[in-house]
């Protein structure tokens, strides 16, 4: 089936430098979020992104936080300064044009360290 | 608030065996919520299980079945008999036609025994 690909796997950071999480969402998707999972936690929305703008976001999404896709290439999901508390697993998810838009479909998450 | 309440796992139990994993849900600002299942094996991304988006309609897929009671404001997830390949996270979900978001439960880990 349709796979969204995130990069890296795994990111280890010190604190207050910045970060940049990567996803390839399916190609022909136009609905594009971000989830936090931090460990032993439920996986908790925090934006959702769509024709270039930001529709929704949580209170999860800080000011430090900024998401982007320019020119249909990856969506990103950037993070400066980092924080401890950023430290989670981080999954992004697509979503087609068509049908139920909460069908999401998610990649294998990227774990982000901040040390 | 929106929220969704699962059985805390790790749930185990043997091949062949039946299993429910419960799932309750609170949709204060959502009208007509869309409830899902989704399965996360071990090294693979999350993915969509099965879906119902009408109240008192059953969801199935590989042999798993979830009803929506808005009565009791359930969606719990059963299946006849596991195999050993269902082990996974199993996370319940609720959704809505108006929000571009879905809220999760915490994921309940199943181990089924050879």
């Known amino acids: 089936g349709p796979k969204v690909l995130q990069i890296p796997s795994h990111q280890i950071i010190d604190m207050g430098q910045m970060v940049t999480l990567n996803c390839d969402p399916v190609s022909n998707h136009l609905y594009f979020y971000w989830y936090k999972q931090i460990l032993g936690q439920q996986m908790e929305f925090l934006v959702n992104f769509y024709n270039g703008k930001v529709m929704e976001k949580s209170k999860l999404f800080k000011d430090q936080f900024s998401v982007e896709r320019p020119d249909g290439s990856y969506f990103t999901l950037k993070i400066q300064p980092t924080a401890l508390e950023d430290s989670a697993v981080y999954f992004c998810?697509?979503?087609?044009?068509?049908?139920?838009?909460?069908?999401?479909?998610f990649g294998p998450g990227t774990r982000l360290t901040v040390l | 608030g929106d929220s969704v309440t699962q059985t805390e796992g790790p749930v185990t139990v043997s091949e062949s065996e039946s299993l429910i994993i419960n799932c309750t849900y609170s949709a204060t600002s959502i009208a007509y919520p869309n409830l899902f299942w989704y399965v996360r094996y071990p090294g693979e991304g999350l993915q969509l299980l099965l879906k119902?988006?009408?109240?008192?309609q059953k969801g199935s897929s590989r042999g798993f079945e979830a009803t929506y009671n808005k009565e009791t404001t359930s969606f719990h997830l059963q299946k006849a008999s596991v195999q050993e390949s269902d082990s996974a996270v199993y996370y319940c979900?609720?959704?809505?036609?108006?929000?571009?978001?879905?809220?999760f439960g915490k994921g309940t880990h199943l181990h089924v025994l050879p």
């Open positions: 998810a697509s979503s087609p044009p068509t049908g139920s838009y909460a069908e999401q479909f």
């Open positions: 119902v988006i009408t109240a008192g």
């Open positions: 979900a609720l959704g809505s036609t108006n929000a571009y978001k879905v809220i």
